[in-house]
């Protein structure tokens, strides 16, 4: 049984920081990219970063990048996003996802965790 299962949301101040961790479970994930997702009430689901797990490649979304760093613990088939200086916006229910390419694109995504609730007090 494949699952992802992410862990360290929470309700934090402006400027504080926090550690998302993605477990996965269940399959190889070694060819996959490793994605990380959030979704903001009354919005659509938004790509925030990705990697795969050689971390030969990453991507941010442009308003994480110099706050956010996605890394991978492959010995523990763990995926991090720690985030830095957090906003109001970043406010929304964070998504661990596995997909076959290193996309932005929610649907290239095969595998999905339930959702850590970040929740950013101004």
């Known amino acids: 049984q494949v699952q992802l299962v992410e862990s360290g949301g929470g309700l934090v101040q402006a400027g504080d920081s926090l550690r998302l961790s993605c477990a996965a479970s269940?399959?190889?994930?070694?060819?996959?990219?490793m994605g990380w997702f959030r979704q903001a009430p009354g919005k659509e689901r938004e790509f925030v970063s990705a990697?795969?797990?050689?971390?030969?490649?990453?991507a941010y979304v442009s308003s994480a990048k110099g706050r956010f760093t996605i890394s991978t613990d492959n010995a523990k088939n763990t995926v991090y996003l720690q985030m830095n200086s957090l906003k109001p916006e970043d406010t929304a229910v964070y998504y661990c996802?596995?997909?076959?390419?290193?996309?932005?694109?929610?649907?290239?995504?095969?595998?999905w965790g339930q959702g850590t609730r970040v929740t950013v007090s101004s």
């Open positions: 990697t795969t797990w050689t971390g030969n490649g990453t």
């Open positions: 996802a596995a997909g076959r390419v290193l996309d932005a694109r929610p649907g290239l995504y095969d595998y």
């Open positions: 269940g399959r190889t994930f070694s060819s996959y990219a």
